[in-house]
Nanobody, 125 residues
């Protein structure tokens, strides 16, 4: 069993930056693909970014590519989402997710079997 705890959310002005962290306990993350999803009120949960278990491959939603950067530190059992040039439309509850499937479609929320409670990101205009 993996427990995920997100932190780093908050209120920021448009153009600002935040770094989200996802700390895991229970199992080492080194064999898990990790991802961030977000959900705004009244909307579906959507893919933001994912990283392979080794950290060699990262994937981003088109809407955040070039602004967000996902990294992992397997020694610390933590993944990080650096969010720059934030926009009001980035406002959402951000969730960390983990998958131990050997082959996954990184952008699909159904591929992830562990989820955190999320952290709120609010970007003011």
């Amino acid at each position: 069993q993996v427990q995920l705890v997100e932190s780093g959310g908050g209120l920021v002005q448009a153009g600002g930056s935040l770094r989200l962290s996802c700390a895991a306990s229970g199992r080492t993350l080194s064999s898990y693909a990790m991802a961030w999803f977000r959900q705004a009120p009244g909307k579906e949960r959507e893919f933001v970014a994912a990283i392979s278990w080794s950290g060699d491959n990262t994937y981003y939603a088109h809407s955040v590519k070039g602004r967000f950067a996902l990294s992992r530190d397997n020694a610390k059992n933590t993944v990080y989402l650096q969010m720059n040039s934030l926009r009001p439309e980035d406002t959402a509850h951000y969730y960390c997710a983990a998958s131990n499937r050997i082959r996954i479609s990184f952008g699909s929320r159904y591929e992830y079997n562990y989820w955190g409670q999320g952290t709120q990101v609010t970007v003011s205009s």
